[in-house]
């Protein structure tokens, strides 16, 4: 299978590069951060090389590793750098790959481009990762009219957090949009508990059947 998978989110720091290592392992395929913003600790990159499970080549590097912890727009002028769209070709493997974006869908990777923009250009299947704390549900339903509004395929939802029945219910039924499962807050997070985590709270074939 050469499935390719965008995951992005709601918001920054909502657990998504968990995620991405955990489905990454799950299709046995390859992982892929365009962009990095922040290198003081530990990378979206290293992050998932320590959890997914998959061999280190198949980490990809990423187009453009920036040093502050900040929107890539903002990180890319303190460094001195221009991040150029033609940059952010989607690599060729022989496998699935899973896409990681930074942040939400309308951070600027420049002063013209968001990458919500690059998701239209691409144009991959999304997964669209959501919290399920308040205030999710705004989020969220902005979120997927962003994406639809752009014709941007959307295979479903992952939240993230604790079970709150209704406001996922409240998500789906008022989107459309199919809820793909959801990954708990693991302690410990290991590779063994994520990938534990992911065969038992989503359906593999319901993610690779998506376009």
């Not at 479903?156 to 949009?177: K, M, Y």
């Not at 708990?184 to 997070?189: A, K, Q, S």
Request: include cysteine; aromatic fraction near 6%; proline fraction near 7%.
């Amino acid at each position: 299978m050469s499935k390719r998978i965008v995951v992005t989110g709601t918001d920054t720091g909502i657990g998504k590069t968990v995620f991405s290592a955990g489905l990454a392992g799950l299709l046995d395929g390859f992982y892929w951060k365009p962009v990095q913003s922040g290198l003081d600790e530990e990378t979206d990159s290293e992050v998932v090389a320590r959890l997914s499970g998959l061999p280190a080549e198949r980490v990809l590097p990423e187009a453009y590793r920036l040093k502050s912890p900040l929107s890539p727009h903002r990180s890319a002028e303190i460094d001195g750098v221009m991040i150029e769209v033609a940059d952010l070709s989607v690599p060729a493997v022989p496998g699935p790959l899973v896409i990681e974006g930074a942040g939400g869908l309308m951070v600027p990777l420049n002063r013209r481009t968001r990458f919500i923009d690059i998701f239209a250009q691409w144009p991959l299947p999304v997964i669209l990762c959501a919290r399920t704390a308040l205030g999710t549900i705004n989020h969220t339903l902005l979120s997927i009219e962003a994406l639809r509004a752009r014709s941007i395929p959307l295979i479903g939802l992952a939240f993230i957090g604790d079970e709150v029945t209704d406001t996922q219910r409240t998500i789906v039924e008022f989107s459309g949009v199919p809820q793909l499962g959801r990954l708990p807050h693991l302690d410990p997070l290991t590779g063994k508990t994520l990938r534990e985590a992911m065969v038992a709270g989503f359906d593999l074939a319901l993610i690779a059947g998506g376009e």
